[in-house]
Antibody, heavy 121, light 107 residues
Framework: EVQLLESGGGLVQPGGSLRLSCAAS????????MSWVRQAPGKGLEWVSG????????YYADSVKGRFTISRDNSRNTLYLQMNSLRAEDTAVYYC??????????????WGQGTLVTVTS | DIQMTQSPSSVSASVGDRVTITCRAS??????LAWYQQKPGKAPKLLIY???SLHTGVPSRFSGSGSGTDFTLTISSLQPEDFATYYC?????????FGGGTKVEIK
């Protein structure tokens, strides 16, 4: 059974940083592209960032480009999202998402339970 | 970026009704489209990938169609557990944009 367990969310002030982690199990982590998707309170889904199997190529939404960095450690089956210069509009539940393929352009076939990030002074 | 427009934004229906949700891409995406279901407080679940392929374990009352820019999700006979919000997502190119969502409510 695929399991994606996010951690690292919490309360942070504007301009601050957080690092999210996603521990993956139940599948061959190194064979799947991974993404982060977020959902602001009461709003729809927003794809944030994605990374291919090797970690050699990363992709970002314009709203986070230059502030967020996605990475992965295939030896630890873990996905990361380093979030810097956080803004109030980054407040959301952040989901770890498993791609159906090795490339980023594929449907998300499994989701974590999400971790809440709240940016407020 | 490719914009995804879903309609309607909400629909009221009864158990047993046929429900159709549409999704339009701002440019052609071939069949690189997925549909997700999300219930309140829960993570989304994949229903359909590649526009018309049913994900493992998804009931056959769900079906998807379309290619290019226009896509449809159909629920052939709405069940009580189907009341939820549905999202389309294009998987053709980064950023992988979502539609705004369609809330299926009980009439």
């Amino acid at each position: 059974e695929v399991q994606l367990l996010e951690s690292g969310g919490g309360l942070v002030q504007p301009g601050g940083s957080l690092r999210l982690s996603c521990a993956a199990s139940g599948f061959t982590f190194s064979s799947h592209a991974m993404s982060w998707v977020r959902q602001a309170p009461g709003k729809g889904l927003e794809w944030v960032s994605g990374i291919i199997v090797s970690g050699g190529r990363t992709y970002y939404a314009d709203s986070v480009k230059g502030r967020f960095t996605i990475s992965r450690d295939n030896s630890r089956n873990t996905l990361y999202l380093q979030m810097n210069s956080l803004r109030a509009e980054d407040t959301a539940v952040y989901y770890c998402a498993k791609g159906g393929l090795a490339i980023i352009t594929a449907a998300v076939d499994s989701w974590g339970q999400g971790t809440l990030v709240t940016v407020t002074s | 970026d490719i914009q995804m427009t879903q309609s309607p934004s909400s629909v009221s229906a009864s158990v047993g009704d046929r429900v159709t949700i549409t999704c339009r891409a701002s440019q052609g995406i071939s069949s690189w489209l997925a549909w997700y279901q999300q219930k309140p407080g829960k993570a989304p679940k994949l229903l359909i990938y590649a526009a018309s392929s049913l994900h493992t374990g998804v009931p056959s009352r769900f079906s998807g169609s379309g290619s290019g820019t226009d896509f449809t999700l159909t629920i052939s006979s709405l069940q009580p557990e189907d009341f939820a919000t549905y999202y389309c997502q294009q998987a053709n190119s980064s950023p992988l944009t979502f539609g705004g969502g369609t809330k299926v409510e009980i009439k």
